[in-house]
T-cell receptor, first 113, second 114 residues
Framework: GQQVMQIPQYQHVQEGEDFTTYCNSSTTLSNIQWYKQRPGGHPVFLIQLVKSGEVKKQKRLTFQFGEAKKNSSLHITATQTTDVGTYFCAEGRDSGGYQKVTFGTGTKLQVIP | KAGVTQTPRYLIKTRGQQVTLSCSPISGHRSVSWYQQTPGQGLQFLFEYFSETQRNKGNFPGRFSGRQFSNSRSEMNVSTLELGDSALYLC?????????????FGSGTQLSVL
């Protein structure tokens, strides 16, 4: 089935460096949700973007939704070891009146202290 | 408020057997979704239940089935297990059914098929 693509698949950064993951779709997205999964853990909801061009911030994390609603990005400023994990974008789409959430391929972030 | 609870946490089965996994959503949540997570395929949508009815289904064979009870608890069943079914099975609940509902995940059931 259709899957939202994320790049890069893996990223190693030195602690203090910035990190960005991109989420791309060939079709217009209804919304974008971002989740974080720590090693050995389960996905945890971070944020949701709905409007074209929307930008939201959570401390060192900045989330953007593209103007055409076909892409999104998550940027982390000055990474810390607590940022380690896999970041997933996910699209929630109406399917027969019910939301079907499809996850992207994920970006695994490793922070080197 | 208790989170999403999945049991068992770990399971080891052999090929050809069947397995049933359980998920108790957050109190008041009526939607339950199931996902299969493997290193190679990421998070794949299995199915979603709302008010005891399957509302959406992913691209999985008929060996994968599920149900939801009147208290919103859900079970998924995999019959005639194959080696490739080894994965982390995650359950997620949400309050309603509409767009923009965020998902709350359980800790998952790690299934190993030998």
């Amino acid at each position: 089935g259709q899957q939202v693509m994320q790049i890069p698949q893996y990223q190693h950064v030195q602690e203090g460096e910035d990190f960005t993951t991109y989420c791309n779709s060939s079709t217009t997205l209804s919304n974008i949700q971002w989740y974080k999964q720590r090693p050995g853990g389960h996905p945890v909801f971070l944020i949701q973007l709905v409007k074209s061009g929307e930008v939201k911030k959570q401390k060192r994390l900045t989330f953007q939704f593209g103007e055409a609603k076909k892409n999104s990005s998550l940027h982390i400023t000055a990474t810390q070891t607590t940022d380690v994990g896999t970041y997933f974008c996910a699209e929630g789409r109406d399917s027969g009146g019910y939301q079907k959430v499809t996850f992207g391929t994920g970006t695994k972030l490793q922070v080197i202290p | 408020k208790a989170g999403v609870t999945q049991t068992p946490r770990y399971l080891i089965k052999t090929r050809g057997q069947q397995v049933t996994l359980s998920c108790s959503p957050i109190s008041g949540h009526r939607s339950v979704s199931w996902y299969q997570q493997t290193p190679g395929q990421g998070l794949q949508f299995l199915f979603e239940y709302f008010s005891e009815t399957q509302r959406n289904k992913g691209n999985f064979p008929g060996r994968f089935s599920g149900r939801q009870f009147s208290n919103s608890r859900s079970e998924m069943n995999v019959s005639t297990l194959e080696l490739g079914d080894s994965a982390l099975y995650l359950c997620a609940s949400s309050h309603g059914r509409g767009l923009n509902e965020k998902l709350f995940f359980g800790s998952g059931t790690q299934l190993s098929v030998l």
